[in-house]
Every structure is written in C-alpha cells, then in structure tokens.
C-alpha cells in the first residue's frame, strides 16, 4: 500500500510538474539558442530535452523501454560523444581526417562569424577618433549633455559628434551618439555607457564610450587567441558532422584515441537502434495477435 502510495506521487510529481518545467526549460534554452549563436544553450537544450524524454518514459508505460532507449540514443550521439571529439581535436588537430573543403569552409566562417560578432575595425576606429577627440583639449568638451540642443552638432577639427535623444520604457532619459569622420566620410555609433547622461560632460561620456571599446576589443583579441590557440572546430560546428557516424568520409578517425572513442560510439548507438527496432517489432507482434 505505501509503496503504491509513492508511485502515485511519482506519477503526480513528474507529470504534473517536472515533466512541464524541463519541457518549458528545453524550449526556452532553444530559443535562446536560436537567437544567441554560441555553443552554450544548444547542449543545454539536447540535454533538457533528453531528460524530459526519460521522465516521460517513467510515466508512460507502453512506450517505457523506445522513450529510455530513444532518450539515450539522443544523448550520446549529440553530448557524450561530439564533446569528446571535440576534447580530442583540441588537444590534437590530426586526430581526425577531414574532408578539407569542409574544413575551409568551417574556418572560414568561423572567422568571418567572430568579425559580425564583435566589429573589431569598426571598434578600433571608434577607439581612434575618441582618442583623437579628447587629445583635442577643445573646450567644448566640457559642455554637459544637458546643454547640448537635441539638434546641435558639435564639431572638434574634422569630426562632427550628433546625437538623439530619446526616453526608454522605464521612463530614463537615454542618448544615441553618432561620431562622423568627415575627412573620410564615415560614421559610427558610439556605445552607450549609463542610463542618463544631462549631468555628464562631453568628455566624460566619450571615456566611458571608449572604456567599452576596449573591453570589446579586449574579448575579441581573446576569442582570436582561443581560436589560434584550441582550433576553429567548436561544438556547433562539429555536431552536423558526428551525427552521422556511419559511412561518411568527411569525418574519419586518425590517432588512436580518435579511433577508440568511434569504435565505441559505433558500437553504442548500434546497440540502441537494434533496441528500437527489436522493441517496435515486438510491440508491433503483440497488438497484432488475438486477445
């Protein structure tokens, strides 16, 4: 009776609430993952997704053993084994024989993917002209935001600096500059540092503009060095290639723990498509005899 007791609550407890939150969670991590291209919240959401999988297999008793089976078959070919390939190539880059067309064009997107990212010329011309600016010591700089017209162009040598203002939804006073490099006919948008801004100078609001510069300069210059240092394959890269681990030639093991470790993923996930398939034939045989 008390045992019978506990699986009730089980059952209430996954379906009621454990089996929506990681439904709920899985989604949510795919859009982000959607939105945010990096190599966090796509892993997250598999493994959300393979964990909402088992709970339902737990309170779903026909279909137990396929959904167990199918939830582990989802988890090693997209988390255990592609994050070990990966741990593999990093630590050496012949380990695995690539197809080198894939190879190009992997690299180069992944470089052409961090300059969309980050901007960095565009960053380090912002950077350049702010520091020209301010080394102009004109007195305009002095001015507050506040004093400013919404209109007015400020123009220190050959740069004009424009700006819009605008209230946000929280009801904050907010400002968008714009820096023009006339001798060159080009304009770039200058990060907001703080919400409000009329107490703040020209200048001081351009030190904090180009203090955020450089902190984007500094985590590109780091992305770079990553790349350079562990290689241009990452999670998001190498996943599309170690799904199919059967007859490809694009993806073939080297070194001899390459090798190991796709022995054991070709054994594995052929263990547990001979259980599903065995387990829809049985269930197949069952229904279709006699009651």
Not at 96 to 103: G, Y
Request: glycine share 4%; net charge negative; hydrophobic share 45%.
């Amino acid at each position: 009776m008390a045992e019978r007791t506990q699986n009730k609550i089980l059952y209430y407890l996954i379906k009621g609430y454990l089996n929506p939150i990681f439904l709920i969670l899985s989604l949510s991590t795919l859009i982000f993952a959607t939105i945010n291209k990096t190599d966090v919240f796509l892993p997250i959401t598999l493994v959300f997704f393979c964990v909402f999988l088992f709970l339902y297999s737990i309170i779903n008793k026909p279909y137990r053993f396929f959904l167990v089976l199918f939830s582990l078959t989802v988890f090693f070919s997209t988390i255990v084994f592609p994050f070990a390939y990966l741990i593999i190539i990093r630590n050496d880059p012949s380990a695995f024989e690539i197809n080198e067309n894939l190879k190009n064009r992997e690299e180069e997107e992944r470089w052409v993917g961090l300059e969309d990212e980050y901007k960095s010329f565009e960053y380090e011309k912002i950077d350049s002209l702010i520091t020209q600016i301010n080394n102009s010591r004109d007195l305009q700089l002095q001015r507050t935001l506040g004093e400013l017209k919404s209109t007015e162009l400020v123009k220190i040598g050959d740069i004009l600096i424009d700006h819009t203002r605008y209230v946000d939804e929280a009801g904050i006073k907010m400002l968008t500059m714009i820096v023009i490099d006339v001798k060159n006919n080009r304009s770039f948008k200058i990060p907001a540092p703080t919400r409000g801004y009329d107490d703040q100078t020209l200048s001081d609001y351009l030190t904090k503009s180009q203090i955020e510069v450089n902190n984007t300069l500094i985590e590109h210059s780091q992305a770079v060095d990553n790349i350079l240092k562990h290689g241009f394959w990452n999670y998001t890269s190498l996943l599309i290639y170690t799904w199919n681990i059967y007859d490809t030639p694009n993806f073939n093991p080297i070194s001899r723990a390459a090798t190991t470790v796709y022995g054991m993923h070709k054994i594995l996930i052929s263990i547990f498509a001979l259980g599903l398939i065995l387990n829809i034939i049985t269930e197949f045989v069952v229904k279709k005899q006699p009651t």
